[in-house]
């Protein structure tokens, strides 16, 4: 797939140095590039202290031009807005020419014949961008393919702590696998999820618009299931509302070879090799034991263990091919 993201950081403002966009925008450059296993995922062009608006527009054309499957544009650095629209500023702003407007940026990504366009804002007032209270008509509309994902309302502030951006701070911790699916994907909207339930109500509050059929990973980390043992679900459940009987030789540790009172029937190795499967289900909240709080004592106690919701719709994919 063919995946670019521009990457820019700026801290040399003239009147009012920052100190953490740098540092934000190295090591977002950094985890785009690579999958967590390794594999090549986003080609980065990082961009720290770009000196003029007319560079910087420059650079994002670039980066929405062309037939490509996703442009990723991030910014972090001080944004600002008037009575007519959002900016994010450059280091040769005036009182009358701030920087690069976000309205302008939409257009771009709008425009843009790739297929998918992510905007990635940490700046203040970042949700000014495609805001029908400050833009009208057309101005503010979203194209398909589009996502923007800001740092702030657009009456808000970006907050730096510990020389970072607050909302790039959770914004790594989410690409990490923070944000990840049990498949390992971490999406626009699964960050946005993250961001949003880690910041306080008290605290600046994330935006997220998109307008999209289906999200794309930005990256894949390892799931903490792998794949085949999610598949085993149609094996172990013929149906979505079936309990799977457990019983003690479900249980490793019921065996004449650990030390412990041991229940008839013992440890049988291929119901043991089920049950760690079962666990590692239930750890991710797609299984729950029944009538009993943990795996352990449903085996234990002869119970049984059933689907979530989750479990019931994961269990749906696999049976229709589609995981």
Same mark, same amino acid.
């Given at each position: ?56 527009? *420059? ?39 701030? *920087? ?64 970072? *951006? ?144 989750? *479990? ?12």
């Amino acid at each position: 797939m063919r995946k670019r993201a521009l990457v820019v950081g700026i801290n040399n403002y003239p009147r009012s140095p920052l100190n953490g966009c740098i540092n934000d925008a190295n090591d977002i450059s950094n985890i785009l590039k690579t999958h967590e296993n390794g594999n090549p995922n986003f080609s980065v062009k990082e961009i720290h202290d770009v000196a003029t608006k007319g560079d910087l527009i *420059g650079e994002i054309k670039e980066l929405f031009n062309g037939e490509n499957d996703t442009a990723l544009f991030y910014f972090s650095g001080h944004g600002s807005i008037n009575e007519l629209g959002g900016y994010i500023i450059t280091p040769d702003f005036s009182e009358n020419d701030l *920087g690069v407007s976000m309205e302008d940026i939409l257009k771009l990504a709008n425009g843009s014949k790739t297929k998918n366009r992510i905007i990635i804002l940490d700046c203040c007032y970042s949700g000014a961008i495609a805001n029908p209270n400050i833009e009208h008509g057309s101005l503010c509309t979203i194209n398909k393919g589009v996502t923007i994902l800001t740092a702030s309302r657009d009456c808000e502030s970006a907050i730096e702590s510990n020389g970072r *951006g607050i909302f790039t701070t959770l914004l790594l911790e989410g690409l990490k696998g923070g944000a990840a699916n049990l498949e390992g994907k971490v999406t626009p909207s699964s960050i946005y999820a993250y961001i949003d339930q880690a910041l306080g109500a008290w605290q600046q509050r994330p935006v997220f618009k998109t307008n999209v059929t289906e999200f794309n990973p930005i990256r894949e980390v390892n799931p903490q299931v792998s794949k085949d043992i999610i598949r085993k679900l149609k094996e172990y459940f013929s149906s979505p509302s079936e309990e799977f009987k457990l019983d003690p030789s479900f249980e490793y540790t019921n065996s004449n070879h650990v030390e412990h009172e041991i229940v008839n029937p013992y440890a049988d190795d291929n119901n043991v090799k089920i049950f760690k499967n079962l666990q590692k289900l239930a750890g991710v909240g797609l299984i729950v034991p029944v009538g009993e709080e943990h795996m352990y004592f449903a085996a234990m106690h002869s119970k049984s263990c059933k689907l979530t919701a989750l *479990g019931q719709y994961y269990w749906k994919l696999v049976t229709e091919t589609r995981l």
